[in-house]
């Protein structure tokens, strides 16, 4: 399978984002792994990101909603801020273990390729990459 060129892992929790970059190391997903703990953080990795990544190779966002300081809806919304060149360079899928009613019916106007419930599992990831990669792990 053809790497992703990165892998963004946005949580508030350590732990998880070391359980996700794990997992998707060991799957051999992305050849680049960065973390970030907040969405303001994000923004700022995802900038220099961006830069590097294209629609052809673009880089996946995993977005967690909840988090203190700029929790993940409040990113998406700066996000779409970003020149269209660069959020075409990006995937963004929630990965989260609950949303508000409230924030699941935004979904639809927000730039969210899709949702993917906590934790992140290989089945996961290959639906992931097969919907929005047209990727996906050999058969075993």
Do not use: C
Not at 5 to 15: F, Q
Not at 19 to 37: I, Q
Not at 68 to 75: H, L
């Amino acid at each position: 399978m053809q790497k992703l060129s990165s892998v963004l892992l946005v949580d508030d929790d350590p732990t998880t984002n070391i359980l996700n970059e794990r997992l998707l190391k060991g799957l051999g997903v992305a050849e680049d792994y960065l973390t970030a703990h907040d969405g303001a953080e994000a923004l700022q990795v995802l900038d220099e990101l961006a830069t590097r990544a294209t629609p052809v190779n673009p880089v996946l966002v995993l977005l967690d909603v909840k988090m203190p300081g700029m929790d993940g809806m409040t990113f998406l919304e700066s996000y779409q801020g970003l020149s269209l060149a660069q959020q075409q360079a990006v995937v963004i899928v929630l990965h989260t273990a609950s949303m508000q009613s409230k924030d699941l019916n935004r979904l639809d106007e927000l730039p969210v390729a899709g949702l993917v419930s906590k934790p992140l599992t290989k089945e996961k990831v290959d639906t992931i990459l097969k919907l929005h990669y047209q990727r996906q792990f050999p058969a075993s």
